[in-house]
C-alpha cells in the first residue's frame, strides 16, 4: 500500500532482527520508519517528534510495552499503536487493549499480516482526520471554495458537496437563475478527482438543436455548409474532466435521446463522421425548470432524467437565507471596490436592511449587479441606500403604493434586466414570460436592455 502522506511509524523492540526486518518490509510499503531498542530511548524520540503508528513489543528490559503505552496515551495519544507479543501471553495483549492499544500482534506472525494491520490503521486514521475536517469547516465556514454563505441550508449544500465530490455519480443541480447553479457545479470538480482535468461548460438553451449536436459532438471538415474545419465537441473535450450541461430542460426530445445514448456508453461520433470516439467525462446537469412537471408535459424524456438525477442538489434561493445577504454584500463591496480603485469600505446599515426586504427576484445574480452599481454610483465611503436602484430607497414601499399596476410592471421589468445585465433571455426566465413578451414590452415602456 502506497499511503496518500508519508506516514511515521516508530518501532519499539529490544530485538535487533526484528527492528530491521520490520523497517525494511515497512519501508517497501510507502512508509516512513525509524527503530528503538527499549522504552526510554521510545520516550525520548516521541518528545521530539509526533509519529502515526506504534509498534510495540510487550517484553522488554528496562521498561515493558505496557509502561510505555501508558506515557504514550498521556502524552501523545492520537498515535496509533499495535503491541506485539508472544503466543500464550494473550492477557498481556487484552490488558493493552484495555489501556488503549488499537490491535495487537501474537508472535511469530507473517510480515503481510504486519501489513495488513498497519493499512487497517492508516485507513481508519485517515476516515477519522476527514471527518475532523468536515465538521470543523462544517461549524465555522462562511466562505466555500468561491461559494459564500453560513446559513443552514448552505451549511448543508456544502457538506453535501464535499461527500458527492469524491464520487463520479451524476448529478443534477436545481435552483432559480442567479442561485449560482455553475458555481456548486464548478465547486464540486474543484474537489473531485478530476479537478486538474477540464471543466467544460456549455449552455444547451443558448443554441439551437442543430448547433448544439455540433457544440456536443463536434463535427468533421464539411459535415455542413459552414463546416470549414473539423472540431471537437463538449464531450470530447471534457476528457478525464467534468462536463457541465447547464439549462439542460431546454434541449429538444431529439437531442435528449442521443445524449441519453452517450450518457450511458461515453461513446459518440462526429457531425458528419463515422469513427467512434470514447471519452471519459463525469456530468453535472444544471436547470430552473421542474423537470418533472416538464415529464408530465413530455417535454422532457423520463429516462433522461433519472440518469440526470443520481444525485440531487437544490441551491436556495437568496429570499431563503437573508443571513446570507450581509456575507455577499460585503464580499460583492471587496471585490468590485478593488477592480475599480474606489475606497469603499463599508455599507450603512439602512442600506443593509433594505436588502434583507427585498425579494431577491434575480438571486445572487442581481445582488452582486447591485453591489457593483452602488460601488461605481457611490461618493462615499460608504455604501447608502441611495446608492442602491431605486426600488431599495427610503419610502419605497410608501411611493410604491401610489402606482399603477403598468408602473409596477415598468419598474419591476426594469430592475430584474438591471439585475440580469440587459440579457434578454435571462430576464425573460425570471420573469417567466417569453422573450417575444419581453421585447413588447421593453418597446411598450421605453426601456433600455
Avoid at 461549524?139 to 469524491?166: C, D, H, W, Y
Avoid at 433519472?306 to 445577504?325: K, Q
Avoid at 399596476?405 to 434586466?417: F, K, S, T
Amino acid at each position: 500500500m502506497l499511503p496518500h502522506k508519508k506516514i511515521t511509524i516508530l518501532v519499539v523492540d529490544d530485538e535487533l532482527s526484528i527492528r530491521e526486518a520490520f523497517s525494511d518490509w515497512l519501508k517497501q510499503d510507502g512508509f516512513e520508519v525509524e527503530t528503538a531498542d527499549d522504552g526510554p530511548v521510545a520516550l525520548a524520540k516521541i518528545k521530539e517528534r509526533h509519529y502515526d503508528i506504534m509498534l510495540v513489543d510487550v517484553k522488554m528490559p528496562q521498561m515493558d510495552g505496557i509502561t510505555l503505552l501508558k506515557h504514550l496515551k498521556e502524552n501523545d495519544p492520537d498515535t496509533a499503536v499495535v503491541m506485539m507479543t508472544a503466543h500464550g501471553a494473550i492477557q498481556d495483549a487484552v490488558e493493552a487493549i484495555k489501556l488503549g492499544a488499537n490491535d495487537y500482534l501474537l508472535k511469530p506472525f507473517e510480515l503481510e499480516e504486519l501489513s495488513l494491520t498497519i493499512e487497517k490503521l492508516v485507513q481508519m486514521q485517515t476516515l477519522a482526520m476527514e471527518n475532523l475536517i468536515l465538521k470543523d469547516r462544517v461549524a465555522s465556514i462562511t466562505r466555500f471554495e468561491n461559494l459564500v454563505g453560513q446559513s443552514p441550508p448552505m451549511l448543508k449544500l456544502f457538506e453535501t458537496i464535499v461527500n458527492v465530490a469524491r464520487s463520479d455519480a451524476t448529478v443534477l443541480i436545481t435552483g432559480e437563475t442567479g442561485t449560482g447553479k455553475e458555481l456548486v457545479a464548478r465547486t464540486i470538480h474543484a474537489r473531485s478527482p478530476r479537478g486538474y482535468s477540464p471543466f467544460i461548460a456549455i449552455n444547451c438553451g443558448a443554441f439551437t438543436e442543430h448547433l448544439l449536436e455540433s457544440e456536443l459532438f463536434g463535427h468533421e471538415r464539411g459535415a455542413f455548409t459552414d463546416a470549414k474545419f473539423t472540431k471537437k465537441g463538449r464531450l470530447e473535450m471534457a476528457n478525464a474532466g467534468t462536463l457541465f450541461l447547464d439549462e439542460v430542460g431546454d434541449i429538444s426530445m431529439k437531442m435528449q435521446i442521443d445524449l441519453l445514448r452517450v450518457l450511458e456508453t461515453h461513446e459518440f461520433t462526429r457531425v458528419g463522421g463515422t469513427t467512434t470516439i470514447n471519452s471519459d467525462f463525469r456530468v453535472i446537469a444544471a436547470t430552473h425548470q421542474d423537470l418533472q412537471e416538464s415529464i408530465r408535459r413530455r417535454t422532457f424524456r423520463q429516462d433522461l432524467f433519472y440518469r440526470l438525477n443520481v444525485i440531487h442538489l437544490e441551491v436556495p434561493p437568496l429570499r431563503e437565507r437573508p443571513e446570507d445577504i450581509p456575507l455577499l454584500a460585503e464580499h460583492f463591496l471587496r471585490r468590485y471596490a478593488t477592480e475599480t480603485g474606489k475606497k469603499i469600505d463599508s455599507i450603512h446599515p439602512e442600506a443593509l436592511a433594505a436588502m434583507r426586504r427585498h425579494a431577491w427576484p434575480g438571486n445572487i445574480r442581481e445582488l452582486e449587479n447591485a453591489i457593483e452599481r452602488a460601488v461605481v454610483v457611490g461618493k462615499s465611503r460608504q455604501i447608502k441606500p441611495a446608492d442602491l436602484p431605486f426600488v431599495f430607497a427610503p419610502g419605497g414601499a410608501e411611493e410604491a403604493a401610489n402606482l399603477s399596476l403598468e408602473d409596477m410592471e415598468r419598474r419591476h421589468i426594469a430592475l430584474v434586466l438591471a439585475a440580469e445585465g440587459g440579457h434578454i433571455t435571462n430576464a425573460a426566465k425570471v420573469l417567466r414570460i417569453n422573450r417575444n413578451t419581453l421585447y413588447e414590452k421593453i418597446k411598450k415602456y421605453g426601456l433600455t436592455p
